[in-house]
């Protein structure tokens, strides 16, 4: 009985899959031209390859950001609780900042965020 | 939940405070001199392990996700050996000119691993279990590709970093069908719950999958000479041990908890796992000639000689695996350990390489060749134990046929274990490796490892203690 309800998953999985993209290539108007194939489209033509260097610092400066960014995020779901939990919930969240502060000034320190 | 609660995370909290104070450390010692940021590192490492020891509460905390006891403190602490072991083996390594710059990040990553395994080991919740699989991953690949200028090493870390992916993916599907299947990610409400049917079985598989590539079982085992090759010697030895070592014990824990009830599903798996593991890992490990290669093959054979324990599905079998991880640390960090040695000092990987290498260096080669002898099963060392006691374990079951082949494959495995110890007593070199003498630090590493090949061994207590431990989890699943 279960058997032939694993092969139902498989196929409807399969199925959704295949539907969806022949459905989306059925549909979808079609427009072939040059700029179609360009690395980036803006109206002015692209000048050079898109495989170029750039500087590790814009990575490192965009990566240290989300890290960053998303850490805080932790504090929503710390801020719903906090009345409920007290206390607790408080140096919880000191500790919490502390562990963050301590990187960013790891960071600092070890010069990531200087730019030259 | 008040603060008394946390003392059962002492591990895991003690390790974050350890990743602290390692930091601060860090930011405050010059970049030409970190020697004090290793010894505070180990210092801290020890004080943590030692207190390991300390009796330990048990219970549950944010409501399951967390579980402790006795089993759970003793398989951190074997992990916390290994990683004590590990960071003694490589202050030499870490202290080079050019090489302390960056130090901190050595430790820091390492403890991190640390955590995450301790978190894996620990959780009762699938969401859990899956976070901390993946905090012991990450910073391995980073590990792996720590040697800027050798490409190789990134190649390593990038070999494990996307198989790490992949495995994730396939684990995650498997824990999604589970879910559809049980409708609650608990082990507890899981293991209450899930009956044997194909949504069921398939999401097993699948999990098994994704464990397997941790452990690198057979079909799964593809990335581990390339990735023990080309990650720095102290990174491959962490990898070997400790890696593997956290990966068995979660998988131990999780099919005899929450999968108990597909027993009869996992059981003829594991048996094929087993066959052709140990006989792959061996076959494939007769023709290395990189030792490094060569111990990673070897790792392969001992994972599956490891499931033999995992096949026993009670008390003794889990006792077994415990042991047998914990005469795997002493053994392989021992043989690891020399192999750093020598390649710290020349840097030189070939086995060709070490012949005539008693000559030179008695002392190291008699380490290596406790370390064979152990790795292979010969009977006064711990290793010989080790096997027996899993042997006897899948007998108990009545697998006789597969104790057999397991049997059969120690000694072919005896025969390249004994290649190693021919070419540094036996084969003569023209030239072979000049005397040196090992930094203090890898001295002591490798007097503990001997010492625990040996007492492990000779002590009966140790696995009476550990089958009393086992039988007590068991007993507490009822």
């Known amino acids: 009985m279960d058997k032939e309800a694993l092969i139902l998953f498989f196929l409807s999985a399969i199925a959704i899959v295949g539907i969806g993209m022949l459905l989306s290539w059925l549909v979808a108007p079609k427009s072939k031209n040059i700029q179609k194939k360009e690395a980036y489209e803006c109206g002015i033509p692209t000048v050079g390859s898109s495989y170029m260097q750039f500087r590790v610092g814009y990575y490192l400066f965009a990566i240290i950001f989300l890290i960053f960014d998303v850490e805080t995020v932790f504090i929503f779901p710390w801020a719903v609780v906090m009345k409920s939990m007290g206390m607790t919930a408080f140096i919880e969240i000191i500790i919490f900042f502390g562990i963050l502060g301590l990187g960013l000034l790891y960071a600092w320190k070890k010069n990531a965020l200087r730019w030259d | ?478």
């Open chain 2, 1 to 478: 939940m008040s603060f008394s609660d946390f003392l059962l995370m002492r591990n895991e909290l003690l390790l974050v405070a350890a990743a602290v104070i390692i930091l601060i450390a860090d930011m405050s010692f010059s970049d030409e001199n970190k020697r004090g940021l290793y010894n505070i590192s180990l210092l801290t490492m020890i004080i943590i392990t030692v207190l390991g020891f300390l009796p330990a509460p048990s219970g549950k905390l944010f409501g399951g996700m967390y579980i402790t006891g006795d089993i759970y403190i003793l398989m951190k602490n074997i992990l916390n050996i290994a990683t004590v072991i590990v960071l003694l083996q490589s202050r030499g390594w870490l202290e080079k000119p050019g090489q302390q710059k960056r130090m901190g990040e050595f430790i820091l990553l390492l403890v991190s691993v640390l955590i995450g395994m301790s978190y894996m080991i620990s959780s009762g919740h699938f969401i859990m279990f899956y976070l901390g699989m993946e905090l012991a991953t990450i910073p391995l690949a980073a590990l792996a590709a720590y040697e800027l200028n050798k490409s190789k090493s990134a190649e390593a870390g990038i070999k494990l970093i996307l198989l790490a992916a992949f495995s994730s993916g396939i684990l995650l599907f498997g824990t999604s069908l589970i879910y559809a299947a049980a409708g609650t990610l608990y082990f507890e409400g899981v293991m209450a719950i899930l009956d044997s049917t194909a949504f069921t079985t398939l999401g097993l598989i699948l999990f098994f999958a994704g464990l397997g590539f941790k452990i690198s079982l057979v079909p799964f085992h593809l990335w581990t000479a390339d990735v023990y090759e080309g990650a720095p010697t102290n990174v491959t030895s962490f990898l070997s041990v400790a890696s593997k070592g956290a990966a068995v014990f979660i998988l131990v824990i999780i099919l005899n908890t929450v999968f108990k009830s597909l027993n009869d599903v996992w059981d003829p798996m594991v048996y094929a796992l087993i066959i052709i593991t140990i006989t792959i890992g061996n076959l494939f490990a007769l023709r290395q000639r990189n030792i490094k290669r060569f111990l990673a093959f070897s790792s392969i054979a001992q994972a599956g000689f490891i499931m033999l324990g995992v096949i026993n599905d009670g008390g003794l079998g889990m006792a077994t695996v415990i042991y047998f991880v914990l005469v795997y640390v002493f053994s392989n960090l021992a043989a690891f350990g020399v192999a750093a040695a020598i390649e710290n000092e020349t840097g030189k990987e070939s086995i060709d390489d070490y012949n005539g290498f008693y000559r030179t260096n008695p002392r190291l080669s008699l380490v290596m060749m406790l370390a064979m002898f152990s790795l292979a099963g010969i009977p006064p060392f711990a290793g010989f134990f080790g096997k027996f006691f899993l042997f006897t374990a899948a007998a108990e079951k009545g697998y006789y046929i597969l104790t057999l082949i397991a049997v059969l494959n120690t000694i072919i495995s005896l025969y390249y274990y004994l290649l190693v110890i021919k070419a540094m007593f036996i084969d003569k070199n023209g030239a072979p490796i000049g005397y040196f003498k090992s930094d203090t630090a890898m001295q002591v590493s490798l007097v503990i490892c001997i010492l625990g090949i040996i007492v492990t061994g000779f002590t009966s207590g140790v696995f009476d203690y550990m089958v009393n431990l086992s039988q007590q989890f068991f007993l507490t699943l009822q």
